[in-house]
Each structure stands twice: as C-alpha cells, then as structure tokens.
T-cell receptor, first 109, second 116 residues
Framework: DAKTTQPPSMDCAEGRAANLPCNHS???????VYWYRQIHSQGPQYIIH???NNETNEMASLIITEDRKSSTLILPHATLRDTAVYYC??????????FGAGTTVTVRA | DAGVTQSPTHLIKTRGQQVTLRCSPK?????VSWYQQALGQGPQFIFQ???????QRGNFPDRFSGHQFPNYSSELNVNALLLGDSALYLC???????????????FGEGSWLTVV
C-alpha cells in the first residue's frame, strides 16, 4: 500500500478553516484516500474518502490533486471539538488500514 | 441504526490469562477487522474476517486468534497475556471485501485491556 506523509502537528483558530495536507506520491490507480480522526481515548471517526474527484460531506471537504499524489482535508469552520489526531490513509479494496502518526490538530479559541 | 459496538469497554487481566473481546458490526456490514492501539501509537492491523474466515492477518503472533459468527459478529481472543498486550482493541466493519471498492469503514469505541 502507498505510504502517506503528514505534518506532525498544526494549530488552527476557532471559526477558521483548517487545511490538512497529505502527500501520497506512490499512490496507485485503484487506491482510495481515506481520512479519519481520533479524539483521545475514542475509536477512530470516519471523515471522508475519495478516489480522484473532490468530495464534500457534512464534516469536511477532500481535495485531491489531478496527479493524485497529494490531497488536502478541509474543515470549513473549525471548533474546539475538532481538536484530534487526523489520519490520512491510502487504501486498496482489502480494507486493511495502515495508520501512520497522523497530524495532531489543536483548535484554539 | 447502531454503529459498531464492542464489549467490554474496559477490563483488567493478569499475565498469562486469556481474554475474549466481542464486536458487533454495523447493520448491513459483513467484514470485520481488528486493530490494536498501544498508548501514543496509531492502530495496528491484527486480522480481518469475511464469510467466517480469516482473510488477512497482520504481524501478530498466534496467541491472537479470532472468530466470525454467521450473524457477522466477531470475537478476538488473546492467550497467554503479556504486559505488552495492554492496549485499546478496536473493531472496524465494512461491506464486502475484495469485490467492492471505496466503501466506508466504521470503527467501534474499542475495548481497553490492561494486563497486570
């Protein structure tokens, strides 16, 4: 499976958009990009996933570059409850998720 | 619609003992995977069950075993517990495997195991 690279941490002001980058330069054509987040001591929460088109749901937007080598998760209006570790994962059809270190996002009032 | 449910939520065991953790997948899901998450680490894949068979396995010893029942629920068994088995054990479910791509995978809240 393709590996991903994420910044270890980032801060965001409450009410502002949070843009979380992810590099996956070795992604292959049939691999999806998934985003999860994990709030301390809870199970990972699904956010969004996509193959090559941009995706949006009630939680976030996912922007995938045309060459699919990187993507950005956008939280449009960050709240304090969005403070969490965010994981970007590249996945084939086998559902075997490989979690990296993720990005620790801290939303500040 | 209940999501992925796991039990128990917390338990304490002694070294050398055996433990069984349980998982009920989200309604309509037939594939169950188990993950181990040590404190401060990301979740690590243990194994995956589909059609009552182990389909994939991560780098875990044979002390870790599992089972999937006809109703798609699953158990994770760990024998001869070690202190290092202390972790959050997570169950994830999805629909199908190897056939349908891009489906959503949902996690339960996990079972916290402490080995003393």
């Amino acid at each position: 499976d393709a590996k991903t690279t994420q910044p270890p941490s980032m801060d965001c002001a409450e009410g502002r958009a949070a843009n979380l980058p992810c590099n996956h330069s070795t992604i292959s054509g049939n691999e999806y990009v998934y985003w999860y987040r994990q709030i301390h001591s809870q199970g990972p929460q699904y956010i969004i996933h996509g193959l090559k088109n941009n995706e949006t749901n009630e939680m976030a937007s996912l922007i995938i570059t045309e060459d699919r080598k990187s993507s950005t998760l956008i939280l449009p209006h960050a709240t304090l409850r969005d403070t969490a570790v965010y994981y970007c994962i590249v996945l084939k059809h086998d559902y075997k998720l490989s979690f990296g270190a993720g990005t620790t996002v801290t939303v500040r009032a | 619609d209940a999501g992925v449910t796991q039990s128990p939520t917390h338990l304490i065991k002694t070294r050398g003992q055996q433990v069984t953790l349980r998982c009920s997948p989200k309604s309509g899901h037939d594939t169950v995977s188990w993950y181990q998450q040590a404190l401060g680490q990301g979740p690590q894949f243990i194994f995956q069950y589909y059609e009552e068979e182990e389909r994939q396995r991560g780098n875990f010893p044979d002390r870790f075993s599992g089972h999937q029942f006809p109703n798609y629920s699953s158990e994770l068994n760990v024998n001869a517990l070690l202190l290092g088995d202390s972790a959050l054990y997570l169950c994830a479910s999805a629909t199908g495997t190897g056939l349908v791509t891009g489906n959503t995978i949902y996690f339960g809240e996990g079972s916290w195991l402490t080995v003393v």
